[in-house]
C-alpha cells in the first residue's frame, strides 16, 4: 500500500504517458497489482487541474453515485420542496357509515414514519384514525387500500440477490414505510445450534421463515427474501451473543404492511372494517379497478428535501436515494420510472457541458455494480454544483465532514488535514472511493479518489488516501 501511495504522488504532478508506464509498472508489486485507481483534483474556482492520475478511466462508484443523484434532483426541485402521502376514500359517507374504500396514496416519501427524520409509526397512525374520526366515519365497508402506483420500481433489477433482503436492499416503493425495514430479533446463546427466532420490532403480515442459520463465531448471515414475498430464508452463521442478535430485514411489501397496521389501528379505535387490507398491487392482480381516491381526509407531508438529501448524504440511505432519483421521473412524468429518471440525468449533465461518455448509470444509490462513471466526470459535476445558483455552498454542506460525521468519520480522524473536508464515501467488496469538497486558506477544491479491484482491506486503502491528500497540500504550500 506505502508503494501505491508513492505511485500517486509521484503522478500527481505529471501528465504524461511515460508517468502512467512508470505507474503500471510499480503496482505491478504491490497488493494494488489488480486494482484500477483514478484521482482527479480541481480548484473549483479557476478550474485547474491540481492532481490527475488515470483520471478518465471508468470506475464503478458505490456510494458516490448518490452524489450525482443529490445534484440531480436539486436541479429539478428547490431544497424546500415537499411530497405529500394522502389518505381519503372513494365512495359515499352515509351517516357513520362510509360505503367505499379508505385509500392512502403514497407519494414516493422515503421519510414516512420513519423516526430518523419524521413522526414515528404510530404517531402516522394515529394522525390517520383521527382524520377518519373526524369525518364522523365509525364503519368501512369496503377495504384499507394502499395505493404505490405513484412509482414503477420494487427492487433494482441489477441488485445482487443476496443485498436485497436486508434493509440496505429494500428498494424503493410508491408507498415507503417505517424505512422498509425491521428488525428479526434471534436467540443466538448456543454456540453450534440453530437460532431461535424470538420476535420483531414491528407486527408484521405473515411470514415464514426458512431458518437455516448456525451460531457460530462470527457474523455471516444472509438473509433472502424478494420483493413481495412471504417467505424469507435466513442463511449462514450468527455470532454467539448472550443478549438478543439483530438482524435488519427489509420489509418485502411496505405498502401491505402499512395497510394492514391502519387496519389494525383502526379496529382498536372502535372503527369497524368489513373489507381487508390490501393494495394497488394486489388489486390489478386479482382483475379488480385500483379504486380511485375522491374526497381527501389527510395530507402528510415529507420532510424537507434538503432534510431528505443530508440524511441521504451522512447515513448512505440506499431508500432515500432511489425515492430522490424516482423524484427526478416525477419532474416530467405522473408516475415515476427509473429508466426515464437515469435518463433525465444523463441529458441533464451533457447539457451542462459535462463528459457523459463512460458514464452508465442503473440506480441512484450506487447498489449497482455495472454503474461506472469517471474521477473527471465527478470532479467536473462537483464543480458545476459549485458554481450553480440552486446548489452552491448548500450543496457543499450536504456532504458530511470527514473525521467527524457520517459514513466519513473515520476519515482523517486521528490527523485531519486543515481546513475543512465534506466527502460522501462509497465502498462494497473491491470499491472504495470518496468524492467532496476540500476548503482551505480561502480556496475550495472539488477531489475525486477512486479505486476498483483492489485486494487488501479498505481501511489499507484509506490510510494510502489520507497520505495521498496531505502529500498533496504539503507540496502545495
Known amino acids: 500500500m506505502y508503494k501505491f501511495l508513492h505511485i500517486l504522488l509521484l503522478c500527481s504532478f505529471v501528465i504524461s504517458a511515460h508517468a502512467s508506464d512508470v505507474c503500471a509498472s510499480l503496482l505491478s508489486g504491490s497488493k494494488m497489482q489488480h486494482a484500477s485507481v483514478g484521482v482527479h483534483i480541481v480548484d473549483v474556482d479557476t478550474r485547474q487541474v491540481i492532481a490527475s492520475y488515470d483520471a478518465d478511466r471508468a470506475l464503478v462508484p458505490a456510494s458516490v453515485t448518490k452524489v450525482v443523484t443529490a445534484a440531480s434532483v436539486l436541479k429539478c426541485y428547490p431544497d424546500t420542496t415537499r411530497w405529500y402521502t394522502t389518505m381519503g376514500y372513494d365512495g359515499q359517507l352515509s351517516g357513520s357509515t362510509l360505503q367505499g374504500n379508505i385509500i392512502v396514496k403514497g407519494g414516493i416519501d422515503p421519510s414516512l414514519a420513519h423516526d430518523a427524520l419524521s413522526?414515528?409509526?404510530?404517531?402516522?397512525?394515529?394522525?390517520?384514525?383521527?382524520?377518519?374520526?373526524?369525518?364522523?366515519?365509525?364503519?368501512?365497508?369496503?377495504?384499507?387500500?394502499?395505493?404505490?402506483?405513484?412509482c414503477a420500481m420494487a427492487v433494482n433489477g441489477s441488485w445482487m440477490l443476496e443485498d436485497i433482503g436486508f434493509y440496505y436492499g429494500?428498494?424503493?416503493?410508491?408507498?415507503?414505510?417505517?424505512?422498509?425495514?425491521?428488525?428479526?430479533?434471534?436467540?443466538?446463546?448456543?454456540?453450534?445450534?440453530?437460532p431461535a427466532i424470538s420476535g420483531t420490532s414491528m407486527p408484521l403480515y405473515p411470514i415464514e421463515y426458512r431458518n437455516h442459520l448456525t451460531v457460530g463465531r462470527s457474523d455471516s448471515a444472509l438473509v433472502i427474501a424478494a420483493p413481495y414475498a412471504t417467505e424469507c430464508m435466513l442463511l449462514g452463521t450468527v455470532p454467539q451473543r448472550s443478549e438478543?442478535?439483530?438482524?435488519?430485514?427489509?420489509?418485502?411489501?411496505?405498502?401491505?404492511?402499512?395497510?394492514?397496521?391502519?387496519?389494525?389501528?383502526?379496529?382498536?379505535?372502535?372503527?369497524?372494517?368489513?373489507?381487508?387490507?390490501?393494495?394497488?398491487?394486489?388489486?390489478?392482480?386479482?382483475?379488480?379497478?385500483?379504486?380511485?381516491?375522491?374526497?381527501?381526509?389527510?395530507?402528510?407531508?415529507?420532510?424537507?428535501?434538503?432534510?431528505?438529501?443530508?440524511?441521504?448524504?451522512?447515513?448512505?440511505?440506499?431508500?432515500?436515494?432511489?425515492?430522490?432519483?424516482?423524484?427526478?421521473?416525477?419532474?416530467?412524468?405522473?408516475?415515476?420510472?427509473?429508466?426515464?429518471?437515469?435518463?433525465?440525468?444523463?441529458?441533464?449533465?451533457?447539457?451542462?457541458?459535462?463528459d457523459i461518455?463512460?458514464?452508465?448509470?442503473?440506480?441512484?444509490?450506487?447498489?449497482?455494480?455495472?454503474?461506472?462513471?469517471?474521477?473527471?466526470?465527478?470532479?467536473?459535476?462537483?464543480?458545476?454544483?459549485?458554481?450553480?445558483?440552486?446548489?452552491?455552498?448548500?450543496?457543499?454542506?450536504?456532504?458530511?465532514?470527514?473525521?467527524?460525521?457520517?459514513?466519513?468519520?473515520?476519515?482523517?480522524a486521528k490527523n485531519p488535514l486543515p481546513g475543512v473536508l465534506r466527502v460522501k464515501s462509497g465502498s462494497m467488496r473491491g470499491v472504495f472511493c470518496y468524492a467532496g469538497y476540500y476548503t482551505h486558506a480561502g480556496k475550495t477544491y472539488a477531489l475525486v479518489l477512486m479505486s476498483n479491484n483492489h485486494t487488501c482491506k479498505a481501511s489499507d486503502v484509506r490510510r494510502s488516501y489520507e497520505k495521498l491528500l496531505r502529500g498533496i497540500w504539503q507540496t502545495k504550500k
Open 170 to 194: 429494500a428498494g424503493c416503493y410508491g408507498l415507503n414505510y417505517c424505512g422498509n425495514e425491521y428488525d428479526l430479533y434471534l436467540r443466538a446463546d448456543t454456540l453450534g445450534s440453530r
Open 244 to 354: 438478543p442478535f439483530k438482524l435488519r430485514c427489509a420489509i418485502t411489501d411496505p405498502p401491505r404492511l402499512m395497510a394492514m397496521h391502519l387496519y389494525d389501528a383502526l379496529q382498536a379505535a372502535g372503527i369497524e372494517v368489513v373489507g381487508e387490507a390490501t393494495t394497488d398491487r394486489m388489486c390489478v392482480e386479482s382483475g379488480e379497478p385500483i379504486p380511485v381516491l375522491n374526497t381527501t381526509l389527510y395530507k402528510h407531508a415529507s420532510s424537507s428535501l434538503s432534510e431528505m438529501l443530508r440524511y441521504m448524504m451522512h447515513k448512505s440511505s440506499n431508500l432515500y436515494a432511489e425515492a430522490m432519483l424516482q423524484y427526478v421521473a416525477l419532474s416530467q412524468n405522473a408516475v415515476a420510472q427509473t429508466e426515464q429518471a437515469l435518463q433525465i440525468e444523463r441529458d441533464m449533465w451533457q447539457n451542462e457541458g459535462l
Open 119 to 150: 413522526q414515528s409509526r404510530q404517531q402516522l397512525l394515529d394522525s390517520l384514525v383521527g382524520a377518519i374520526q373526524r369525518a364522523g366515519i365509525r364503519r368501512i365497508e369496503g377495504d384499507i387500500i394502499a395505493d404505490a402506483s405513484s
Open 357 to 412: 461518455s463512460a458514464m452508465e448509470l442503473y440506480d441512484g444509490s450506487g447498489m449497482s455494480k455495472k454503474n461506472t462513471m469517471t474521477p473527471r466526470f465527478i470532479a467536473s459535476l462537483l464543480v458545476d454544483a459549485y458554481h450553480d445558483k440552486q446548489l452552491g455552498k448548500d450543496f457543499v454542506n450536504l456532504f458530511p465532514q470527514a473525521g467527524k460525521e457520517g459514513s466519513v468519520r473515520s476519515f482523517f
